[in-house]
C-alpha cells in the first residue's frame, strides 16, 4: 500500500502548472485572499475586508483539516472491512472523545511508512493538519484522542490494534522541545507518528486553486 497521501497528485500538479496554475483561478504567487493585489483606501472596506479574511482564514483551517481526513480514509477504505470516522469513545469522568478515524481488519498486509499492519488487524488514526504553531498547540488534544484509543484497544485485545498519528511534514518545523514533547506523549500510548508527504500550506494552496 501507498502511504496515505492521495492529495499528492493535485499538489505536484500544481506545483508544476503554468504561471496560470492548473485550475485557471490564480497566478502562481497571488495571494489567495487577496488575488488582484488591491488595498482599500476606505477604512471601513478595510474593517469590513479583515473580518472577511478571518472568517474565511477560519473556515479554510477547518477545510484543510477535514480534506486532509477524508484524503487519509479514502486511501485506506479499500484496505479494510470497515472504517468509521467521529466515533464517541467515553473517557473517565464522565468525559469523551471522537476518533477520527477507526480502521478494522486489514484485508491484506500493509505497510504505511514505518508501520507494519498484519492482515487481521485493525487501526486508530488521528490526523492533524496545520502549521509548526498549531501541531505544537494540538499536543494536549492529541493526548486525548490517543486516551481514547487505549480504552477501544482494551474493549478487544484479541485483535493487534495500531494508535497512529498522522501529521503534515510541518512536524519537521517544529521546535526540537515540542516536537520532543509530541514524541513523549505519542510514545506514552505505544503509538506511532507518520509523517504525511506534504505541508499544510500545500492543501490550502491547492484547495484556493480548485473549481
Not at 156 to 182: C, I, N, P, R, W
Amino acid at each position: 500500500m501507498l502511504n496515505p497521501d492521495v492529495l499528492s497528485a493535485a499538489i505536484k500538479e500544481q506545483q508544476s502548472a503554468e504561471d496560470t496554475g492548473s485550475y485557471g483561478r490564480l497566478k502562481r504567487d497571488q495571494n489567495i485572499w487577496n488575488p488582484d493585489g488591491k488595498i482599500s483606501s476606505d477604512q471601513n472596506s478595510h474593517t469590513l475586508g479583515e473580518k472577511t479574511f478571518q472568517r474565511a482564514y477560519s473556515d479554510i483551517k477547518v477545510a484543510k483539516g477535514n480534506a486532509t481526513e477524508e484524503a487519509v480514509c479514502y486511501s485506506l477504505k479499500d484496505q479494510f472491512s470497515s472504517i468509521e470516522t467521529q466515533r464517541k469513545i467515553d473517557l473517565e469522568k464522565n468525559t469523551y472523545t471522537k476518533s477520527d478515524i477507526i480502521a478494522t481488519h486489514a484485508n491484506q498486509n500493509i505497510q504505511i511508512g514505518d508501520i507494519s499492519i498484519k492482515e487481521g488487524e485493525s487501526m486508530g488514526v488521528e490526523v492533524k493538519c496545520g502549521e509548526a504553531a498549531y501541531l505544537s498547540s494540538q499536543i494536549s488534544h492529541i493526548d486525548k484522542q490517543l486516551s481514547g484509543f487505549d480504552v477501544y484497544e482494551r474493549q478487544d485485545e484479541s485483535v493487534k490494534f495500531h494508535k497512529v498519528v498522522m501529521v503534515t511534514a510541518d512536524y519537521y518545523q517544529m521546535s526540537d522541545s515540542s516536537k520532543g514533547h509530541l514524541n513523549d506523549v505519542v510514545k506514552s500510548h505505544n503509538a506511532c507518528i507518520h509523517v504525511l508527504p506534504f505541508f499544510a500550506n500545500d492543501i490550502t494552496q491547492t484547495m484556493a486553486r480548485m473549481e
